[in-house]
Nanobody, 129 residues
Framework: QVQLVETGGGLVQAGASLRLSCTAS????????MGWFRQAPGKEREFVAHISWSGGSTYVPTYADSVKGRFTISRDNAKNTAYLQMNSLKPEDTAVYYC???????????????????WGQGTQVTVSS
């Protein structure tokens, strides 16, 4: 059974940092694209970042414009874990954050939640002003 478990959410003040972790089990994710999405109350789930395997030991990150320069996505395949380092947090970053995974066979449309096969349960991030 494939599982993704997110940890690391919490309540912080604006300008603070948090690091989210997503640990996968039930399959090997080393070549999968790992993505982070978020969903605020009353809004649709939106893309935050993904990191895709491009061959060998090379992985390519992609970010939403709203988080570029503040968030960093990374992965540790030995631990089957993906991370989202979030710096300079803003109140508008408040949301439930989800990690997701999809096979490397899927190469396009990776900003869309519908492209992902596996999802975690989400972790709440709240940023106060």
């Amino acid at each position: 059974q494939v599982q993704l478990v997110e940890t690391g959410g919490g309540l912080v003040q604006a300008g603070a940092s948090l690091r989210l972790s997503c640990t996968a089990s039930g399959r090997t994710f080393s070549t999968d694209t790992m993505g982070w999405f978020r969903q605020a109350p009353g809004k649709e789930r939106e893309f935050v970042a993904h990191i895709s395997w491009s061959g060998g030991s090379t992985y390519v990150p992609t970010y939403a414009d709203s988080v570029k320069g503040r968030f960093t996505i990374s992965r540790d395949n030995a631990k089957n874990t993906a991370y989202l380092q979030m710096n300079s947090l803003k109140p508008e970053d408040t949301a439930v954050y989800y990690c997701a995974a999809v096979s490397s066979r899927i190469r396009s449309g990776l900003n869309a939640p519908v492209r992902y096969d596996y999802w975690g349960q989400g972790t709440q991030v709240t940023v106060s002003s």
